[in-house]
């Protein structure tokens, strides 16, 4: 029976109805207006649910009312349940009732319940009530269309399209389209009216009144079809695009200018007594006239013109932003710690509180250290002492339109300050790990201005380490240098293959955390640093799932024993990362950081392609 198998369903279905309905309205309200409970059940319902936690135990009165429904179970249950209005309130109901569409029907089956049929299509109709139009006045507008559209379908004679002419109209006007002629081309004359006359197909639309749609694919018809409909369902063929050439047209009263003429010029031959002097030097040379001007009786030579000499140009002026049509920006460069800032020898951060004068207050950071404006710049040959705030700069501004705009202050001489007595008020490493740009109990290299969470290094920095520690940057560095120092080894560019098969000594080790670190200082890398199993739609898509943070982990606990390892579970990160991203921002992240990983690997091995020589660039 069908009822009997709806019973069985809503009892498989219960608990996760009980889940879906999270308030006692419009719940209760509905299953009260259908009869179905009394008012006595719905008040103490309300108390119940007034006591609970909605948010943890809000299902529990509900399960028991439906346990309570189960034992007196009709159809008509099911349609209170399903009720439009439970329906848009509890979005969650939706799906469960595809549970109850799914029970196989018995056709011969029939029994009502309070005047509810059991028949399935109780439950569609009242679904598609919730879809269909909300006035009669759209359904009869849909109607209208649909009949519209059958008898334009229908309308006039059969048409044979895979003839060679076809009757073709555009709104008044009428004619016969010849495909041999169209073929030729959109400017070809290929449709002849009645009268005898040839028009093309732009001509024809003109003449059919519908020249402003500039369209003519779409404003010819050939029966109840468009030109554009045929040439891609019927297989007319569409006419390449030819261009007339226009004729100008002179204004009434005006001639054509005639073309400019060039000035004839004639090859001048050396006369016979002068054959012997001229035939070891160069070439006859062109002149104007060999007979008419100040040079008739001189020497054969070529009449000198003005020749425009290169002036050397002073340097031009970089051009200054001025920040006053510019509050937005001005007030963000006010809210910033630190600046960028850029010279012709170098780059840095120009931290505003450090900040004195050109002498005083070490206030730029830069891959080696802090050092004061002075310091920065000396390298530049060009520096001048005069000038020195138009030699630091920030993007397009200067350090002077900084100090004019109230972003940077500048000391006076006779300053008194902590920084303009040359006190070292400040420590000379980074006041914020380098890695994840947080502060904390930091550990400070003793060879640059970096400072490290002990987790965020790798390897992990412990506490009994040296006041003397060295962050992994400048070990890789110092070795570099060193390499340099001796001079190209007996096989100074690998190959791919041979530096993988390498064993895991200290030397490998250390490339490999340097690699490891680069990869964390990207931006990129913040998407592959977790587990990816915490997303429950990836674990189907990958097999075998690997993160930064689980090869950090291997390469501390000595997993590694070839260079290998290390590098073919870098690369499963990215293989990974195209096999579930695809073609997203996502994927287009993974890609950005595979590349920087092959670029790095390739120079800090010193592996050498086909075009390039491999070059290393420290952070």
């Keep these: 029976m069908v009822k009997d198998k709806l019973l069985?369903?809503?009892?498989?279905?219960?608990?996760?109805?009980?889940?879906?309905?999270?308030?006692?309205?419009?719940?209760?309200?509905?299953?009260?207006?259908?009869?179905?409970?009394?008012?006595?059940?719905?008040?103490?319902?309300?108390?119940?649910?007034?006591?609970?936690?909605?948010?943890?135990?809000?299902?529990?009165?509900?399960?028991?009312?439906?346990?309570?429904?189960?034992?007196?179970?009709?159809?008509?249950?099911?349609?209170?349940?399903?009720?439009?209005?439970?329906?848009?309130?509890?979005p969650s109901l939706v799906q469960i009732q595809k549970h109850f569409k799914d029970v196989p029907l018995d056709e011969s089956a029939s029994e009502t319940s309070g005047g509810f049929p059991v028949q399935r299509s109780s439950l569609d109709e009242r679904e598609s009530a919730v879809n269909a139009p909300q006035s009669s006045v759209q359904a009869t507008e849909l109607r209208i269309q649909k009949e519209a559209v059958v008898s334009r379908k229908a309308k006039g004679p059969k048409i044979d399209f895979h003839g060679h002419e076809l009757p073709v109209t555009c709104g008044a006007a009428h004619g016969t389209l010849y495909k041999t002629k169209m073929k030729k081309g959109s400017s070809e004359k290929c449709i002849n009216m009645a009268d005898g006359t040839w028009l093309t197909l732009k001509e024809f639309e003109i003449k059919g009144g519908r020249g402003a749609a500039k369209n003519w694919k779409k404003s010819i018809h050939c029966g109840s079809h468009t030109l554009h409909y045929l040439m891609e369902k019927k297989g007319l063929p569409c006419p390449p695009t030819t261009y007339a050439k226009r004729k100008k047209t002179l204004p009434a009263g005006k001639t054509k200018g005639l073309p400019k003429t060039k000035k004839r010029t004639t090859l001048c031959?050396?006369?016979?007594?002068?054959?012997?002097?001229?035939?070891?030097?160069?070439?006859?040379?062109?002149?104007?006239?060999?007979?008419?001007?100040?040079?008739?009786?001189?020497?054969?030579?070529?009449?000198?013109?003005?020749?425009?000499?290169?002036?050397?140009?002073?340097?031009?002026?970089?051009?200054?932003?001025?920040?006053?049509?510019?509050?937005?920006?001005?007030?963000?460069?006010?809210?910033?710690?630190w600046i960028s800032v850029r010279c012709k020898t170098g780059v840095g951060r120009l931290y505003k509180k450090r900040f004195a004068t050109v002498y005083k207050g070490k206030c730029i950071l830069t891959e080696r250290g802090w050092c004061t404006p002075l310091k920065f710049l000396a390298k530049d040959p060009a520096f001048n002492i005069a000038t020195w705030t138009h030699s630091i700069h920030s993007g397009r501004l200067t350090l002077q339109t900084l100090i004019e705009s109230d972003i940077m202050k500048l000391h006076s001489d006779s300053c008194s300050c902590v920084l303009c007595k040359?006190?070292?008020?400040?420590?000379?490493?980074?006041?914020?790990?380098?890695m994840c740009r947080e502060e904390g109990d930091l550990f400070y290299c003793n060879s640059c201005p970096k400072s490290f969470h002990s987790n965020c290094h790798i390897p992990s920095i412990s506490s009994?380490?040296?006041?003397?520690?060295?962050?992994?940057?400048?070990?890789?560095?110092?070795?570099?240098?060193?390499?340099?120092?001796?001079?190209?080894?007996?096989?100074?560019?690998?190959?791919?293959?041979?530096?993988?098969?390498?064993?895991?000594?200290?030397?490998?080790?250390?490339?490999?955390?340097?690699?490891?670190?680069?990869?964390?200082?990207?931006?990129?890398?913040?998407?592959?640093?977790?587990?990816?199993?915490?997303?429950?739609?990836?674990?189907?898509?990958?097999?075998?799932?690997?993160?930064?943070?689980?090869?950090?982990?291997?390469?501390?606990?000595?997993?590694?024993?070839?260079?290998?390892?290390?590098?073919?579970?870098?690369?499963?990160?990215?293989?990974?990362?195209?096999?579930?991203?695809?073609d997203n921002h996502f994927g287009y992240l993974g890609e950005k950081l595979e590349t920087k990983f092959e670029r790095d690997f390739k120079a800090v091995f010193d592996i050498k392609e086909a075009n390039a020589v491999p070059r290393l660039f420290f952070p």
């Design 422 to 434: 040359e006190k070292n008020t400040y420590p000379e490493n980074d006041e914020d790990c380098f």
């Design 464 to 582: 009994e380490s040296s006041e003397e520690w060295n962050c992994t940057f400048c070990k890789m560095r110092k070795n570099k240098e060193e390499e340099k120092k001796e001079g190209p080894k007996n096989n100074p560019c690998p190959r791919d293959t041979e530096v993988l098969k390498q064993r895991m000594y200290p030397e490998q080790l250390l490339k490999c955390e340097f690699l490891l670190m680069k990869m964390y200082h990207y931006s990129e890398s913040f998407l592959f640093a977790v587990d990816p199993r915490l997303y429950k739609a990836y674990s189907p898509h990958v097999r075998e799932p690997m993160w930064l943070d689980q090869v950090k982990k291997r390469l501390s606990n000595g997993t590694y024993n070839t260079v290998a390892g290390f590098v073919l579970d870098m690369r499963l990160i990215f293989c990974n990362a195209k096999k579930f991203n695809k």
């Design 269 to 337: 031959r050396a006369t016979p007594a002068r054959v012997g002097t001229l035939s070891n030097q160069s070439p006859p040379v062109r002149r104007e006239s060999c007979t008419t001007g100040p040079w008739k009786d001189g020497p054969l030579l070529q009449k000198p013109r003005k020749t425009h000499l290169h002036r050397s140009w002073p340097p031009a002026r970089r051009r200054v932003i001025s920040l006053a049509n510019q509050p937005k920006y001005r007030a963000q460069l006010q809210a910033r710690k």
């Design 8 to 90: 069985e369903t809503f009892r498989e279905n219960k608990l996760e109805i009980s889940k879906a309905v999270t308030t006692p309205f419009p719940f209760l309200n509905i299953l009260r207006n259908y009869s179905l409970i009394s008012d006595q059940m719905y008040q103490s319902a309300r108390m119940e649910y007034q006591e609970l936690d909605p948010t943890e135990e809000g299902y529990l009165c509900t399960y028991d009312i439906l346990m309570e429904l189960e034992k007196k179970f009709s159809t008509k249950i099911l349609a209170a349940l399903f009720d439009p209005i439970n329906l848009k309130q509890y």
